[in-house]
């Protein structure tokens, strides 16, 4: 039993880390983007060298009791370094039971330069179903008058050259589709960093993924894409009914028909930043809803590598219990375990470099070890019921 046992970790062990090294290597690939010396979109004679309509942007937050957060996130989108009549605001209210709406109108109020509105699903003809966001922003699109749709989150924050460098990014590439960076903000408490530590990680192996040509995810709190490629691949037709995946499955939709045009922008000006989850439960939460929609990719050997790592784990766990009685399990443990370190460190150094977050790696190895029971936790967990979210149960 012990040989099998021991087998079965190792080559497990052998093949994750072997799978580390390759975001690590797709992640090498992406090379900072430099934009070429424009540091000011209101600069008019750099904007006079560029096609209008290809720099015009419609900016779509979907908001469901996010009055505390609202003001700020909106209040850096109007402070962009960028042509204010070059992009719109469109914010969908998802049936907040706060003062989001409230807030909103008066901000908008309060500044009458820009092209901001206000969609409130309470108003339009929406049905109860499961995906209320996908909803929020197909009825933004429709609403939309700019050839570009940048999607984000309520309580995101961004520097004032996020959109100038997407601008420039998208000149330069003839993108379709391009992923942007977001971060976790810092914070001195464990739990924070540990649930930065991972979604660092995420985000790198998101950017890697997309470099080496095989996608497997994105994050719809900073995405960019061509409107008329939304109507082209139908939106979100062939998911409506799954709550998350309003970046992901949009972005395997986009890459099967323009696989040459689908980018990672790595570029710090271009991230940003969101809040950690300020408890376990709304932890668990979040992350159910992310394990939910493992089980819809069509591109099946995403589901094939999320179930080897999870098998992984559950070999790690079994060496650790075994280990107890048996000190040669522990020593397979202790093997296996130290090739997910070497591999986990070596791809998680470089992607702390461009986020400026190496002092996560302190806490690489008490993350590592908890995320085993977390790992196995969730993948079973998240597959199974539904969960509540921002107040409303989800099935």
């Not at 008058?145 to 003839?174: M, Q, V, Y």
């Not at 109507?231 to 986009?254: P, Q, R």
């Not at 000190?327 to 443990?333: N, P, Q, R, S």
Request: charged share 20%; glycine share 6%; proline share 3%.
């Amino acid at each position: 039993m012990f040989a099998i046992v021991a087998i079965i970790t190792l080559i497990f062990a052998i093949l994750y880390a072997l799978l580390i090294f390759n975001f690590r290597k797709g992640w090498n690939k992406l090379n900072i983007f430099s934009t070429k010396e424009i540091t000011s979109r209101k600069d008019a004679k750099a904007l006079s060298e560029i096609s209008e309509s290809d720099l015009s942007f419609s900016i779509i937050i979907s908001a469901r009791n996010e009055a505390p957060n609202i003001k700020d996130c909106l209040g850096d989108i109007i402070a962009q370094d960028y042509l204010s009549q070059n992009f719109e605001i469109i914010v969908v209210d998802d049936f907040s039971e706060d003062e989001t709406a409230t807030v909103i109108e008066q901000f908008a109020t309060e500044n009458p330069g820009f092209n901001m509105h206000l969609i409130k699903m309470s108003d339009q003809p929406v049905k109860e179903n499961n995906s209320f966001k996908k909803a929020a922003i197909t009825l933004a699109i429709g609403e939309s008058r700019n050839p570009w749709i940048i999607t984000s989150d309520a309580d995101c924050r961004r520097g004032a050259k996020w959109l100038a460098t997407i601008a420039a990014f998208i000149e330069e590439n003839h993108a379709v589709m391009v992923s942007a960076p977001v971060c976790l903000k810092e914070s001195d408490d464990f739990f924070d960093q540990a649930q930065s530590l991972e979604f660092m990680g995420l985000v790198g192996i998101g950017g890697g993924s997309i470099a080496l040509k095989n996608p497997n995810m994105c994050n719809g709190a900073n995405l960019i894409y061509k409107k008329d490629a939304f109507l082209e691949v139908k939106g979100f037709k062939g998911n409506n009914e799954i709550a998350s995946g309003d970046d992901e499955f949009l972005m395997h939709k986009m890459f099967s028909k323009w696989p040459d045009k689908i980018f990672f922008l790595k570029n710090p000006e271009a991230i940003v930043y969101t809040k950690p989850e300020t408890d376990l439960s709304s932890f668990i939460q979040q992350r159910k809803r992310w394990v939910s929609k493992s089980r819809k990719y069509s591109n099946k050997n995403i589901t094939a590598v999320l179930s080897g790592a999870w098998l992984f784990h559950l070999m790690l766990l079994i060496c650790l219990v075994a280990g107890i009685f048996d000190w040669k399990y522990l020593v397979v443990f202790c093997i296996a375990f130290g090739l997910k370190l070497m591999a986990e460190y070596t791809f998680l150094k470089k992607v702390s470099d461009f986020f400026n977050r190496e002092k996560l790696l302190g806490i690489l190895i008490p993350a590592a070890f908890l995320y085993i029971f977390y790992v196995l936790f969730i993948g079973i967990y998240g597959n199974f019921g539904g969960y509540k979210w921002k107040g409303r149960r989800v099935i």
